[in-house]
C-alpha cells in the first residue's frame, strides 16, 4: 500500500495475554518507529529501528514489552502478560532513510487499540 | 522531554489565518523543526518542516526566526476540518544518530465558524 500499514487496528485482550502488533512500513522507508499514546495523552516514543543497526530501545516502559524487525521491513511489537495499563492506541512510522541530521519526513499509520480488560 | 513549548490551546475564525506559534530556545544548530497535526484518534499528520529558512507547502508556511529559538506555524485559511492537535518537535539525534520525533502536548486549535 502507499502508506504505513498496522495491524490489527483494535484488540481487546485479557490480563496477563500476550498481544503481537505487526506493522508494515511504506515500501523503500528503511527506518521505523513505534509510539504509544495512551487516551488523552501525547505520544511517548517507544522504539526506533534503522536498517541493520542495533534499535534503539530507551522509550520502552518495561522488559515486557519488545520488537522485533525482520528483513528489514516488517515489524512487531509483543506485549507480554498485559496490564490495564498497557492499553492505548500503539502507533507505527517510517521514513526514508535517516543520515546523520536529515530532514526527512516521518509518516505514521493510523495506529493499533489495545484495550486490556 | 520535549525541546518545545506551545499554547494548550487556540481558536482561529473559519477563513481567517491560524497562526500557531512554538519556542524551542535549546535547539542545536542542526535539528530540524517538524509541525504534525492529529484529528480526534487518527495518526498523526505530516504538515511541515524545516531548518532555518522560511518554508511553504499546499498546507501551510513555517516562519524561523533569525536565531531558531521560535518559529510559527501558519494555516493560511482555515476551515473547520483544521480543528485538530498541532504539535510542534524538534527532531532529536542522540549518540546513535536516532532521528526520533519526541512530542510534547501540542496545541489544540479550534476553527469556529
Known amino acids: 500500500g502507499a502508506g504505513v500499514s498496522q495491524s490489527p487496528s483494535n484488540k481487546v485482550t485479557e490480563k496477563g495475554k500476550d498481544v503481537e502488533l505487526r506493522c508494515d512500513p511504506i515500501?523503500?522507508?528503511?527506518?521505523l518507529y513505534w509510539y504509544r499514546q495512551s487516551l488523552g495523552q501525547g505520544l511517548e516514543f517507544l522504539i526506533y529501528f534503522q536498517g541493520n543497526s542495533a534499535p534503539d530501545k530507551s522509550g520502552l516502559p518495561s522488559d515486557r514489552f519488545s520488537a522485533e524487525r525482520t528483513g528489514g521491513s516488517v515489524s512487531t511489537l509483543t506485549i507480554q502478560r498485559t496490564q490495564q495499563e498497557d492499553s492505548a492506541v500503539y502507533l507505527c512510522?517510517?521514513?526514508?532513510?535517516?543520515?546523520?541530521?536529515?530532514?526527512?519526513?516521518?509518516?505514521f499509520g493510523e495506529g493499533s487499540w489495545l484495550t486490556v480488560v | 522531554d520535549a525541546k518545545t513549548t506551545q499554547p494548550p490551546s487556540m481558536d482561529c475564525a473559519e477563513g481567517r489565518a491560524a497562526n500557531l506559534p512554538c519556542n524551542h530556545s535549546t535547539i542545536s544548530g542542526n535539528e530540524y523543526v517538524y509541525w504534525y497535526r492529529q484529528i480526534h484518534s487518527q495518526g498523526p499528520q505530516y504538515i511541515i518542516h524545516?531548518?532555518?529558512n522560511n518554508e511553504t507547502n499546499e498546507m501551510a508556511s513555517l516562519i524561523i526566526t533569525e536565531d531558531r529559538k521560535s518559529s510559527t506555524l501558519i494555516l493560511p485559511h482555515a476551515t473547520l476540518r483544521d480543528t485538530a492537535v498541532y504539535y510542534c518537535i524538534v527532531r532529536v539525534y542522540g549518540s546513535s544518530n536516532t532521528g526520533k520525533l519526541i512530542f510534547g502536548q501540542g496545541t489544540t486549535l479550534q476553527v469556529k465558524p
Open positions: 515500501s523503500g522507508h528503511t527506518a
Open positions: 512510522a517510517s521514513s526514508p532513510r535517516d543520515s546523520g541530521h536529515s530532514g526527512n519526513t516521518i509518516y
Open positions: 524545516g531548518l532555518k
